[in-house]
Nanobody
């Protein structure tokens, strides 16, 4: 069982940056692949990024590649999402998730946080 709590969301102007954090409970954090998803109003929840158990392998949605960076600190049971060059279309609730493999489908992740709102203004 893993409990996830996101933080770091907020309001930022286009072109700005935010860093999201997701703190996990339990001693099995390093055994999970971690992912970030987002859901904008009226849209499906979509994959943003994922990171392997050791942090060596990462995967990104095309829409954020080159702007967002996922990382993890297994000693702190925390995964991060550094978001640069933010655009209004990045506005969404951002969720972290834990699962067994490097997947892009939400159904492949077992544990979810409650989400944190990111709003990017013009």
């Amino acid at each position: 069982q893993v409990q996830l709590v996101e933080s770091g969301g907020g309001l930022v102007q286009a072109g700005g940056s935010l860093r999201l954090s997701c703190a996990a409970s339990g001693r099995t954090f390093s055994s999970y692949v971690m992912g970030w998803f987002r859901q904008a109003p009226g849209k499906e929840r979509e994959f943003v990024a994922a990171i392997s158990r050791t942090g060596i392998i990462t995967n990104y949605a095309d829409s954020v590649k080159g702007r967002f960076t996922i990382s993890r600190d297994n000693a702190k049971n925390t995964v991060y999402l550094q978001m640069n060059s933010l655009k209004p279309e990045d506005t969404a609730v951002y969720y972290c998730a834990a699962g067994p493999g490097m997947r892009v489908r939400r159904d492949d992740y077992d544990y979810w946080g409650q989400g944190t709102q990111v709003t990017v203004s013009l």
